[in-house]
Protein backbone atom coordinates (compact mmCIF):
# COMPACT_ATOMS: atom_id res chain seq x y z
CA UNK A 1 0.00 0.00 0.00
CA UNK A 2 1.01 3.48 -0.35
CA UNK A 3 3.85 4.36 2.24
CA UNK A 4 2.75 6.24 5.53
CA UNK A 5 3.78 9.66 4.83
CA UNK A 6 4.90 12.68 7.06
CA UNK A 7 2.39 15.99 7.19
CA UNK A 8 1.74 18.21 9.01
CA UNK A 9 -1.91 20.03 8.76
CA UNK A 10 -1.73 22.87 10.88
CA UNK A 11 1.34 24.52 8.75
CA UNK A 12 0.69 26.46 5.53
CA UNK A 13 3.89 26.57 4.32
CA UNK A 14 5.92 24.23 6.07
CA UNK A 15 5.30 20.39 4.80
CA UNK A 16 6.92 18.18 6.55
CA UNK A 17 6.93 18.64 10.01
CA UNK A 18 7.11 14.81 11.55
CA UNK A 19 3.33 14.29 11.92
CA UNK A 20 3.07 10.24 10.50
CA UNK A 21 -0.65 9.82 9.18
CA UNK A 22 -2.29 6.33 7.85
CA UNK A 23 -2.95 5.94 4.43
CA UNK A 24 -6.58 4.84 3.25
CA UNK A 25 -6.23 0.38 3.70
CA UNK A 26 -6.21 -2.60 0.86
CA UNK A 27 -9.67 -2.97 -0.45
CA UNK A 28 -10.43 0.91 -0.04
CA UNK A 29 -13.11 2.82 -1.87
CA UNK A 30 -10.71 5.27 -2.39
CA UNK A 31 -7.70 4.32 -5.16
CA UNK A 32 -4.88 3.56 -3.61
CA UNK A 33 -0.90 2.48 -4.79
CA UNK A 34 -0.46 -1.42 -4.39
CA UNK A 35 3.70 -1.35 -5.33
CA UNK A 36 3.48 -0.68 -8.44
CA UNK A 37 -0.44 -0.45 -9.61
CA UNK A 38 -3.76 0.96 -8.73
CA UNK A 39 -6.08 -0.93 -6.14
CA UNK A 40 -9.37 0.18 -5.83
CA UNK A 41 -12.03 -1.73 -3.66
CA UNK A 42 -9.81 -4.23 -3.39
CA UNK A 43 -9.28 -5.16 -6.73
CA UNK A 44 -6.64 -3.77 -9.80
CA UNK A 45 -7.19 -0.59 -10.95
CA UNK A 46 -6.43 0.63 -14.66
CA UNK A 47 -7.10 4.41 -16.22
CA UNK A 48 -8.92 4.25 -19.35
CA UNK A 49 -8.88 7.75 -19.43
CA UNK A 50 -9.59 11.01 -21.05
CA UNK A 51 -8.72 14.53 -20.99
CA UNK A 52 -11.56 16.46 -20.06
CA UNK A 53 -10.28 19.88 -18.52
CA UNK A 54 -13.65 21.65 -18.86
CA UNK A 55 -15.54 19.14 -17.28
CA UNK A 56 -16.40 22.28 -14.38
CA UNK A 57 -17.01 24.59 -17.06
CA UNK A 58 -19.72 22.39 -18.49
CA UNK A 59 -21.60 22.06 -14.72
CA UNK A 60 -21.68 25.45 -14.08
CA UNK A 61 -25.81 26.23 -13.34
CA UNK A 62 -25.86 29.10 -15.35
CA UNK A 63 -22.60 30.95 -17.79
CA UNK A 64 -20.59 28.94 -19.54
CA UNK A 65 -22.03 25.85 -18.12
CA UNK A 66 -24.19 23.33 -20.42
CA UNK A 67 -25.39 20.77 -18.05
CA UNK A 68 -27.49 19.04 -20.66
CA UNK A 69 -24.12 18.75 -22.77
CA UNK A 70 -21.65 17.00 -19.97
CA UNK A 71 -24.44 14.07 -18.77
CA UNK A 72 -24.43 13.34 -22.27
CA UNK A 73 -20.52 13.56 -22.84
CA UNK A 74 -20.48 11.67 -19.07
CA UNK A 75 -22.45 8.87 -20.73
CA UNK A 76 -20.61 8.67 -24.25
CA UNK A 77 -17.46 8.30 -22.33
CA UNK A 78 -18.83 5.88 -19.66
CA UNK A 79 -20.22 4.07 -23.04
CA UNK A 80 -16.63 3.57 -24.26
CA UNK A 81 -15.09 1.67 -21.26
CA UNK A 82 -13.61 5.30 -20.11
CA UNK A 83 -13.30 5.29 -16.44
CA UNK A 84 -11.27 8.38 -15.48
CA UNK A 85 -11.35 11.93 -16.14
CA UNK A 86 -8.35 14.64 -15.70
CA UNK A 87 -10.32 17.77 -15.20
CA UNK A 88 -9.28 21.03 -14.49
CA UNK A 89 -9.84 22.42 -11.02
CA UNK A 90 -9.07 25.77 -10.93
CA UNK A 91 -8.00 29.20 -13.20
CA UNK A 92 -6.83 32.22 -13.10
CA UNK A 93 -8.57 35.44 -14.39
CA UNK A 94 -5.89 36.65 -16.74
CA UNK A 95 -5.59 39.57 -19.07
CA UNK A 96 -3.23 37.32 -21.04
CA UNK A 97 -4.16 35.86 -24.93
CA UNK A 98 -5.59 32.74 -25.40
CA UNK A 99 -6.80 32.01 -22.04
CA UNK A 100 -10.10 30.75 -20.96
CA UNK A 101 -12.81 32.92 -19.64
CA UNK A 102 -14.47 33.14 -16.95
CA UNK A 103 -11.80 31.74 -13.93
CA UNK A 104 -12.60 30.18 -10.90
CA UNK A 105 -9.96 32.54 -9.14
CA UNK A 106 -10.74 36.21 -10.12
CA UNK A 107 -8.10 37.89 -7.97
CA UNK A 108 -6.54 36.63 -4.96
CA UNK A 109 -8.87 35.50 -2.24
CA UNK A 110 -12.04 36.02 -4.62
CA UNK A 111 -12.75 32.66 -6.28
CA UNK A 112 -16.40 32.04 -8.34
CA UNK A 113 -19.21 30.44 -6.57
CA UNK A 114 -20.62 29.18 -9.83
CA UNK A 115 -17.84 28.02 -11.46
CA UNK A 116 -16.81 26.10 -8.48
CA UNK A 117 -20.23 24.45 -7.79
CA UNK A 118 -20.07 23.63 -11.16
CA UNK A 119 -16.87 21.53 -10.03
CA UNK A 120 -19.26 20.07 -7.58
CA UNK A 121 -22.31 19.06 -10.36
CA UNK A 122 -19.10 16.94 -11.96
CA UNK A 123 -18.16 15.39 -9.20
CA UNK A 124 -21.70 14.12 -8.21
CA UNK A 125 -22.60 12.93 -11.99
CA UNK A 126 -19.06 10.73 -12.06
CA UNK A 127 -19.95 9.51 -9.12
CA UNK A 128 -23.33 8.16 -10.12
CA UNK A 129 -21.41 6.45 -13.04
CA UNK A 130 -18.85 5.20 -11.00
CA UNK A 131 -15.85 7.02 -12.89
CA UNK A 132 -12.68 8.88 -11.03
CA UNK A 133 -11.14 12.40 -11.43
CA UNK A 134 -7.76 13.21 -11.63
CA UNK A 135 -8.03 17.27 -10.58
CA UNK A 136 -5.09 19.67 -11.16
CA UNK A 137 -4.33 22.92 -9.21
CA UNK A 138 -2.48 25.14 -11.70
CA UNK A 139 -1.01 25.32 -15.02
CA UNK A 140 2.30 26.11 -16.32
CA UNK A 141 0.56 27.30 -19.40
CA UNK A 142 -1.19 30.64 -19.83
CA UNK A 143 -4.46 29.20 -21.06
CA UNK A 144 -5.88 29.15 -17.87
CA UNK A 145 -3.87 31.96 -16.31
CA UNK A 146 -2.15 29.53 -14.06
CA UNK A 147 1.50 30.04 -12.67
CA UNK A 148 2.48 33.22 -15.13
CA UNK A 149 -1.37 34.88 -13.45
CA UNK A 150 0.07 34.41 -10.00
CA UNK A 151 3.15 36.00 -11.05
CA UNK A 152 1.32 39.06 -12.69
CA UNK A 153 -0.25 39.69 -9.38
CA UNK A 154 2.36 39.17 -7.19
CA UNK A 155 5.15 40.76 -9.51
CA UNK A 156 2.88 42.70 -11.83
CA UNK A 157 5.32 41.88 -14.74
CA UNK A 158 3.49 39.02 -17.61
CA UNK A 159 6.07 36.57 -17.61
CA UNK A 160 5.06 36.67 -22.04
CA UNK A 161 3.59 39.29 -23.81
CA UNK A 162 1.75 37.01 -26.23
CA UNK A 163 0.61 40.16 -28.40
CA UNK A 164 4.99 41.08 -29.08
CA UNK A 165 6.35 37.65 -28.82
CA UNK A 166 5.84 33.86 -28.90
CA UNK A 167 9.23 33.65 -27.22
CA UNK A 168 8.29 30.24 -25.09
CA UNK A 169 12.07 29.91 -23.67
CA UNK A 170 11.86 33.22 -21.94
CA UNK A 171 7.93 32.07 -20.83
CA UNK A 172 9.08 28.96 -19.02
CA UNK A 173 12.16 30.62 -17.74
CA UNK A 174 10.13 33.55 -16.20
CA UNK A 175 7.35 30.77 -15.32
CA UNK A 176 9.25 29.57 -13.29
CA UNK A 177 9.63 31.97 -11.18
CA UNK A 178 6.44 31.16 -9.65
CA UNK A 179 8.04 28.54 -7.30
CA UNK A 180 10.45 31.16 -5.66
CA UNK A 181 7.61 33.64 -5.22
CA UNK A 182 6.11 33.38 -1.09
CA UNK A 183 3.01 35.83 -2.00
CA UNK A 184 2.46 33.40 -4.91
CA UNK A 185 3.08 30.46 -2.90
CA UNK A 186 1.07 31.39 -0.04
CA UNK A 187 -1.96 32.53 -2.32
CA UNK A 188 -1.68 29.15 -4.10
CA UNK A 189 -1.97 27.01 -0.81
CA UNK A 190 -4.81 28.72 0.22
CA UNK A 191 -6.66 28.33 -3.22
CA UNK A 192 -5.56 24.23 -2.68
CA UNK A 193 -6.95 24.39 0.84
CA UNK A 194 -10.19 25.77 -0.47
CA UNK A 195 -10.51 22.92 -3.14
CA UNK A 196 -9.85 19.89 -0.91
CA UNK A 197 -10.97 21.22 2.40
CA UNK A 198 -14.33 22.32 0.01
CA UNK A 199 -17.83 20.42 0.54
CA UNK A 200 -19.87 19.38 -2.52
CA UNK A 201 -22.85 21.59 -2.17
CA UNK A 202 -24.51 19.02 -4.59
CA UNK A 203 -24.23 15.65 -2.54
CA UNK A 204 -23.09 17.37 0.76
CA UNK A 205 -19.89 15.27 0.87
CA UNK A 206 -16.59 16.44 1.67
CA UNK A 207 -14.35 16.52 -1.02
CA UNK A 208 -11.53 14.83 1.15
CA UNK A 209 -14.24 11.50 1.70
CA UNK A 210 -15.24 11.41 -2.41
CA UNK A 211 -14.18 7.90 -3.61
CA UNK A 212 -14.09 9.34 -6.89
CA UNK A 213 -11.24 11.89 -6.88
CA UNK A 214 -8.39 9.99 -7.70
CA UNK A 215 -5.81 12.07 -7.16
CA UNK A 216 -5.07 15.67 -6.67
CA UNK A 217 -2.56 16.77 -9.29
CA UNK A 218 0.08 20.39 -8.53
CA UNK A 219 -0.55 21.36 -12.01
CA UNK A 220 -0.78 21.18 -15.75
CA UNK A 221 2.84 20.19 -16.86
CA UNK A 222 4.96 22.09 -13.66
CA UNK A 223 8.34 22.57 -15.72
CA UNK A 224 11.54 23.66 -13.93
CA UNK A 225 12.06 26.65 -16.14
CA UNK A 226 12.76 26.06 -19.85
CA UNK A 227 15.23 23.16 -21.40
CA UNK A 228 18.84 25.07 -19.91
CA UNK A 229 17.07 25.06 -16.55
CA UNK A 230 20.06 25.58 -13.78
CA UNK A 231 20.77 23.19 -11.22
CA UNK A 232 19.29 25.92 -8.72
CA UNK A 233 15.98 26.00 -10.94
CA UNK A 234 16.03 22.41 -10.84
CA UNK A 235 16.12 22.43 -6.75
CA UNK A 236 14.07 25.17 -6.64
CA UNK A 237 11.31 22.81 -8.38
CA UNK A 238 12.21 19.40 -6.46
CA UNK A 239 11.50 21.13 -3.33
CA UNK A 240 8.24 22.73 -4.53
CA UNK A 241 7.01 19.07 -5.98
CA UNK A 242 8.31 18.00 -2.17
CA UNK A 243 6.51 20.65 0.39
CA UNK A 244 3.17 21.26 -2.04
CA UNK A 245 2.49 17.61 -2.74
CA UNK A 246 3.26 17.06 1.57
CA UNK A 247 1.16 20.20 2.06
CA UNK A 248 -1.88 18.55 -0.22
CA UNK A 249 -1.71 15.15 2.29
CA UNK A 250 -1.47 16.91 4.80
CA UNK A 251 -4.76 18.60 4.12
CA UNK A 252 -6.51 15.20 2.94
CA UNK A 253 -4.84 11.52 4.06
CA UNK A 254 -7.06 9.74 1.74
CA UNK A 255 -6.25 10.75 -1.80
CA UNK A 256 -3.22 10.26 -4.10
CA UNK A 257 -1.05 13.04 -4.90
CA UNK A 258 0.58 13.55 -8.52
CA UNK A 259 2.92 16.34 -10.09
CA UNK A 260 1.56 16.38 -13.58
CA UNK A 261 4.98 16.35 -15.21
CA UNK A 262 5.62 15.52 -18.62
CA UNK A 263 8.57 13.35 -17.90
CA UNK A 264 12.01 14.10 -19.42
CA UNK A 265 9.65 16.71 -22.14
CA UNK A 266 9.68 18.43 -19.06
CA UNK A 267 12.31 17.90 -16.80
CA UNK A 268 14.75 19.95 -18.89
CA UNK A 269 15.09 16.26 -20.65
CA UNK A 270 17.47 15.22 -17.19
CA UNK A 271 16.42 11.59 -15.71
CA UNK A 272 18.01 12.23 -12.87
CA UNK A 273 15.61 15.51 -11.85
CA UNK A 274 12.71 13.45 -12.67
CA UNK A 275 13.87 10.68 -10.46
CA UNK A 276 14.56 13.04 -7.48
CA UNK A 277 11.30 15.16 -8.57
CA UNK A 278 9.07 11.82 -8.04
CA UNK A 279 11.05 10.24 -5.37
CA UNK A 280 9.34 11.87 -2.42
CA UNK A 281 7.22 9.70 -0.45
CA UNK A 282 4.97 12.42 -1.11
CA UNK A 283 4.04 11.90 -4.44
CA UNK A 284 2.05 8.32 -4.85
CA UNK A 285 2.78 7.96 -8.63
CA UNK A 286 4.71 9.12 -11.79
CA UNK A 287 2.89 10.91 -14.96
CA UNK A 288 4.24 11.90 -18.05
CA UNK A 289 2.92 13.07 -21.79
CA UNK A 290 4.16 12.27 -25.48
CA UNK A 291 4.06 14.67 -27.71
CA UNK A 292 5.66 13.74 -31.25
CA UNK A 293 4.66 16.99 -33.42
CA UNK A 294 5.39 19.73 -29.91
CA UNK A 295 8.17 17.79 -29.75
CA UNK A 296 9.15 18.33 -33.59
CA UNK A 297 9.47 14.20 -33.92
CA UNK A 298 6.68 14.84 -36.56
CA UNK A 299 6.11 16.81 -39.37
CA UNK A 300 2.44 16.75 -39.92
CA UNK A 301 2.60 18.50 -43.06
CA UNK A 302 4.98 14.81 -44.24
CA UNK A 303 2.92 12.14 -42.50
CA UNK A 304 4.68 9.43 -44.47
CA UNK A 305 8.50 10.88 -44.31
CA UNK A 306 8.26 11.35 -40.73
CA UNK A 307 6.61 8.33 -39.46
CA UNK A 308 9.38 6.45 -38.91
CA UNK A 309 11.46 8.98 -36.37
CA UNK A 310 7.94 9.89 -34.45
CA UNK A 311 7.06 6.23 -33.39
CA UNK A 312 10.46 5.28 -33.16
CA UNK A 313 11.49 8.13 -30.91
CA UNK A 314 7.43 7.74 -29.41
CA UNK A 315 8.24 4.29 -28.47
CA UNK A 316 11.47 5.02 -26.85
CA UNK A 317 9.80 7.95 -24.73
CA UNK A 318 7.13 5.19 -23.80
CA UNK A 319 9.51 2.47 -22.63
CA UNK A 320 12.65 4.56 -20.98
CA UNK A 321 9.47 5.89 -18.55
CA UNK A 322 8.58 2.61 -17.91
CA UNK A 323 12.21 1.66 -16.89
CA UNK A 324 12.08 5.08 -14.68
CA UNK A 325 9.15 4.27 -12.55
CA UNK A 326 10.63 0.59 -11.77
CA UNK A 327 13.71 2.17 -10.29
CA UNK A 328 11.57 4.60 -8.22
CA UNK A 329 8.97 1.35 -7.55
CA UNK A 330 5.85 3.92 -8.65
CA UNK A 331 3.17 3.32 -10.94
CA UNK A 332 3.49 5.58 -14.02
CA UNK A 333 0.38 6.97 -15.18
CA UNK A 334 0.78 8.37 -19.31
CA UNK A 335 -1.71 11.46 -19.00
CA UNK A 336 -1.67 13.25 -22.28
CA UNK A 337 -0.30 12.33 -25.71
CA UNK A 338 -2.28 12.76 -29.08
CA UNK A 339 -1.88 13.96 -32.49
CA UNK A 340 -3.35 15.52 -35.62
CA UNK A 341 -5.97 14.98 -37.66
CA UNK A 342 -5.14 14.25 -41.35
CA UNK A 343 -4.23 17.15 -43.63
CA UNK A 344 -3.10 18.46 -41.28
CA UNK A 345 -7.00 20.00 -40.55
CA UNK A 346 -8.52 20.64 -37.61
CA UNK A 347 -11.86 20.44 -39.37
CA UNK A 348 -14.20 17.73 -37.54
CA UNK A 349 -14.22 16.21 -41.20
CA UNK A 350 -10.93 15.71 -41.67
CA UNK A 351 -10.19 11.65 -41.37
CA UNK A 352 -7.85 10.81 -38.46
CA UNK A 353 -5.97 8.17 -39.80
CA UNK A 354 -2.43 9.05 -39.13
CA UNK A 355 -4.00 9.88 -35.35
CA UNK A 356 -5.22 6.17 -35.26
CA UNK A 357 -2.46 4.63 -36.26
CA UNK A 358 -0.68 6.76 -33.62
CA UNK A 359 -2.95 6.04 -30.84
CA UNK A 360 -2.66 1.97 -31.71
CA UNK A 361 1.28 1.74 -31.61
CA UNK A 362 0.76 4.03 -27.74
CA UNK A 363 -1.80 1.47 -26.77
CA UNK A 364 -0.07 -1.72 -27.88
CA UNK A 365 2.48 -0.72 -25.71
CA UNK A 366 0.77 0.01 -22.82
CA UNK A 367 -1.27 -2.99 -22.92
CA UNK A 368 1.41 -4.97 -23.61
CA UNK A 369 3.80 -3.39 -20.87
CA UNK A 370 1.02 -4.23 -18.39
CA UNK A 371 -0.07 -7.37 -18.86
CA UNK A 372 3.59 -8.52 -18.20
CA UNK A 373 3.21 -6.45 -14.49
CA UNK A 374 5.24 -3.96 -15.84
CA UNK A 375 4.64 0.35 -13.64
CA UNK A 376 1.85 0.79 -15.30
CA UNK A 377 -1.39 2.22 -14.41
CA UNK A 378 -3.24 3.44 -17.59
CA UNK A 379 -3.43 6.12 -19.78
CA UNK A 380 -5.23 9.03 -20.73
CA UNK A 381 -5.69 10.22 -24.12
CA UNK A 382 -5.37 14.15 -24.82
CA UNK A 383 -8.51 15.13 -25.45
CA UNK A 384 -12.66 14.38 -25.55
CA UNK A 385 -14.29 17.09 -27.64
CA UNK A 386 -17.01 15.60 -27.66
CA UNK A 387 -20.04 17.09 -29.08
CA UNK A 388 -18.18 20.36 -28.89
CA UNK A 389 -17.71 22.08 -32.04
CA UNK A 390 -15.59 24.81 -33.33
CA UNK A 391 -17.71 28.07 -33.76
CA UNK A 392 -14.75 29.98 -36.14
CA UNK A 393 -13.39 29.94 -39.32
CA UNK A 394 -10.24 30.16 -38.06
CA UNK A 395 -10.59 27.66 -35.34
CA UNK A 396 -9.68 29.94 -32.22
CA UNK A 397 -11.82 30.03 -29.15
CA UNK A 398 -14.01 33.00 -28.11
CA UNK A 399 -15.70 33.78 -25.24
CA UNK A 400 -19.21 32.23 -26.32
CA UNK A 401 -18.32 28.90 -28.13
CA UNK A 402 -17.94 25.65 -27.10
CA UNK A 403 -15.62 24.10 -25.63
CA UNK A 404 -13.54 21.12 -26.58
CA UNK A 405 -10.47 19.48 -25.71
CA UNK A 406 -8.00 21.63 -26.80
CA UNK A 407 -7.95 24.63 -24.83
CA UNK A 408 -8.15 28.77 -25.67
CA UNK A 409 -4.26 28.48 -26.58
CA UNK A 410 -4.34 25.92 -29.26
CA UNK A 411 -6.83 25.89 -32.40
CA UNK A 412 -10.44 24.06 -31.79
CA UNK A 413 -9.59 20.78 -33.64
CA UNK A 414 -6.05 20.33 -33.13
CA UNK A 415 -6.13 17.12 -31.04
CA UNK A 416 -10.03 16.91 -29.47
CA UNK A 417 -11.52 13.51 -29.89
CA UNK A 418 -14.90 14.40 -31.26
CA UNK A 419 -18.29 12.08 -31.00
CA UNK A 420 -18.01 11.61 -34.33
CA UNK A 421 -14.82 10.10 -34.71
CA UNK A 422 -15.99 6.63 -34.73
CA UNK A 423 -12.84 5.09 -36.03
CA UNK A 424 -10.57 6.64 -32.72
CA UNK A 425 -13.35 5.47 -30.49
CA UNK A 426 -13.71 2.35 -31.32
CA UNK A 427 -10.06 2.23 -30.80
CA UNK A 428 -10.10 3.28 -27.44
CA UNK A 429 -12.91 0.60 -26.43
CA UNK A 430 -10.67 -1.83 -27.78
CA UNK A 431 -7.59 -1.12 -25.87
CA UNK A 432 -9.88 -0.31 -22.86
CA UNK A 433 -11.21 -3.49 -22.64
CA UNK A 434 -7.77 -5.19 -22.89
CA UNK A 435 -6.73 -2.93 -19.84
CA UNK A 436 -9.85 -3.56 -17.68
CA UNK A 437 -9.69 -7.06 -18.15
CA UNK A 438 -6.21 -7.56 -16.59
CA UNK A 439 -5.83 -9.25 -12.99
CA UNK A 440 -3.84 -8.64 -10.49
O1 LIG B 1 -3.06 21.69 -25.11
C1 LIG B 1 -1.81 21.29 -24.60
C2 LIG B 1 -1.92 21.27 -23.10
O2 LIG B 1 -1.67 22.52 -22.56
C3 LIG B 1 -0.99 20.32 -22.46
N1 LIG B 1 -0.10 19.61 -23.19
C4 LIG B 1 -0.07 19.58 -24.61
C5 LIG B 1 -1.42 19.95 -25.16
C6 LIG B 1 -1.40 19.92 -26.69
O3 LIG B 1 -0.46 20.78 -27.22
O4 LIG B 1 -1.04 20.15 -21.27
Known amino acids: ?3 LYRFCAAALMAASCGIVAAAPAAGSD ?4 NQTHFAHKGQAYYIVGANFWYGGYLGAASGVGDRARLLKELDNMKAIGINNLRVLAVSEKTDMKSAVRPATTNAPGQYDETLLAGLDFLMAEVAKRDMTVVLYLNN ?9 QYLNWFEGTPALDPNVTR ?21 YRKVIASIVKRVNTITGKPYTEDTHILSW ?5 PRPGNGKATPEEKAVYVKWIDETAGYIHGLDRNHLVSSGSEGLAGSAQDAQLYLDAHRTQHIDYLTYHLWPKNWNWFDSHNPDGSWDNAI ?9 HIELAKKLGKPIVLEEFGLDRDGPSF ?11 FYREVFEIVTTRAKKGDPIAGFNF ?21 FVGDPPQEEQGLYSVFDSDVTSLILIKEYGDKLHAIKR
Do not use: C
Open 1 to 3: MRP
Open 30 to 33: FVTV
Open 140 to 148: FWQWSGGMT
Open 167 to 187: DYDTYMRKTAGFYRNAAAQAE
Open 217 to 221: QLANE
Open 312 to 320: GKSRDYLNT
Open 347 to 357: SVKATTHIRDR
Open 382 to 402: WAWGGAGRAANADYWWKPGND
